[in-house]
């Protein structure tokens, strides 16, 4: 691989990492946000309960971990070839 074709890769696994971190992120604040608006509410079952569950924060915690660890491993694989070279 060339030098540009590596820095492509190593911008595309850096914004990978960064759109990772802030899914993550995000998702913690949108759980605490709803639950924290919930526990202000006179029927705090679903506080206390967590039911339903909202897959919306999960979801989002999740993709931003799977995108920090594709991420990595576009940064690993740009490594091993820049080595190579």
Do not use: K, Q
Not at 58 to 81: E, Q
């Amino acid at each position: 691989m060339t030098h540009r074709e590596l820095l492509i890769t190593v911008i595309i696994g850096g914004v990978f990492i960064v759109l990772g971190i802030i899914g993550f992120f995000w998702g913690r604040r949108e759980e605490s946000s709803y639950y924290g608006s919930v526990s202000e509410r006179i029927d705090v079952r679903e506080f206390l309960e967590h039911l339903p569950g909202r897959p919306e924060p999960g979801a989002l915690r999740t993709g931003g971990l799977i995108s920090i660890a594709v991420g990595i491993v576009l940064l690993l694989v740009c490594l091993g070839f820049y080595l190579r070279a």
